[in-house]
């Protein structure tokens, strides 16, 4: 089961991305794609999580698609939106 949620940003489109690259990266994880959507995965000890994004206007839309059981989205949710803030 997928989970979407939305992180709204002010300015251009590539500065959210860059930021989210240079975080996800910077954990050892990959982040592919352009200024309209793409993929990443970012690794955790209890296992990966793989999602997708969307830029959608002013939204930066992410959806996962697979996380470790134990983690629930919220907690990832959280987690995301920390390392695009």
């Known amino acids: 089961m997928a989970h979407t949620f939305e992180v709204p940003f002010e ?3 590539k500065d959210i991305i860059s930021k989210a690259k240079t975080a996800i990266e910077k954990v050892e994880g990959s982040f592919k794609g352009d200024l309209t959507e793409g993929e990443f995965l970012v690794p955790a000890k209890v296992g990966d999580v793989e999602g997708t994004y969307v830029v959608n206007q002013q939204n930066f839309v992410v959806t996962i ?3 470790p059981f134990i983690a629930p989205y919220s907690m990832i949710e959280d987690a ?3 390392y695009l803030s």
């Open 80 to 82: 995301l939106r920390k």
């Open 65 to 67: 698609h697979k996380k």
């Open 11 to 13: 300015g251009e489109a």
